[in-house]
Structure formats: C-alpha cells, structure tokens
Nanobody, 124 residues
Framework: QVQLVESGGGLVQAGGSLRLSCAASGRTFSRFAAGWFRQAPGKWREFVAGITWDARETYTDSVKGRFTISRDNAKNTVYLQMSSLKPEDTAVYYC??????????????????WGQGTQVTVSS
C-alpha cells in the first residue's frame, strides 16, 4: 500500500502561483510513477501532469509551459508547481501513483493509489 497526502492548495488570483505537494508513505515511492489530476464541479477527472520513476515528465496541453511536475525521492514527495494560473484551473487536484513506473497513464484507471485531494481556486 501507498498512502498519499496532498497539500498546498488555496485561493489565488489569476496570474498567480501555487505549489502542490504530494507526500507518500508506505512502499518505496521512488519506484512508482506519479500523476496529478484535477476535477472541477460537474466535470470528469482529467490528467494534468505525470512523472516516471526516472523523472520523465508528461503534461496535458492546457498546462504546458505553466505547470511543472517534479519529484524528490529522498523525501517521498511529488510536486506540482503551477504558475500563470487561470480561473479555468480551478478544481480539486489529486495526486495518484502506480507501481508500474516507466509509464505515465493519462486516465485515472491507470493508477493504483490516490490522495484525498486539495482545492485550488483561481479568482479572476
């Protein structure tokens, strides 16, 4: 089992920045791939960014150039640095992990473990 706990969400004005953290405990997190998803009210949970065990990154088109995913395996933590935030980025952001670590799926079904989510609200 892997337990994931997100933090760092909040309210920010458009154009601002936030950094989300996902702290993992349990199994050796360094061998896991990880992803960030988000879900706005009335919408499907959508892929935002992912990172393999060896730090290869993948992003959805709408956040490329604005968001950066990274990981610190010594701290068992994955980060999502979000800049130039837009009101349409408002959602609950979820961290996810999968034990097959060299692939970053872009659908929720590709992940084994999930955090509880953290709210990000971007005001215009």
């Amino acid at each position: 089992q892997v337990q994931l706990v997100e933090s760092g969400g909040g309210l920010v004005q458009a154009g601002g920045s936030l950094r989300l953290s996902c702290a993992a405990s349990g199994r050796t997190f360094s061998r896991f791939a990880a992803g960030w998803f988000r879900q706005a009210p009335g919408k499907w949970r959508e892929f935002v960014a992912g990172i393999t065990w060896d730090a290869r990154e993948t992003y959805t088109d709408s956040v490329k150039g604005r968001f950066t995913i990274s990981r610190d395996n010594a701290k068992n933590t994955v980060y999502l640095q979000m800049s130039s935030l837009k009101p349409e980025d408002t959602a609950v952001y979820y961290c996810a992990a999968r034990s097959v670590s060299d692939i970053v799926p872009t659908t929720p079904s590709g992940y084994d473990f999930w955090g509880q989510g953290t709210q990000v609200t971007v005001s215009s």
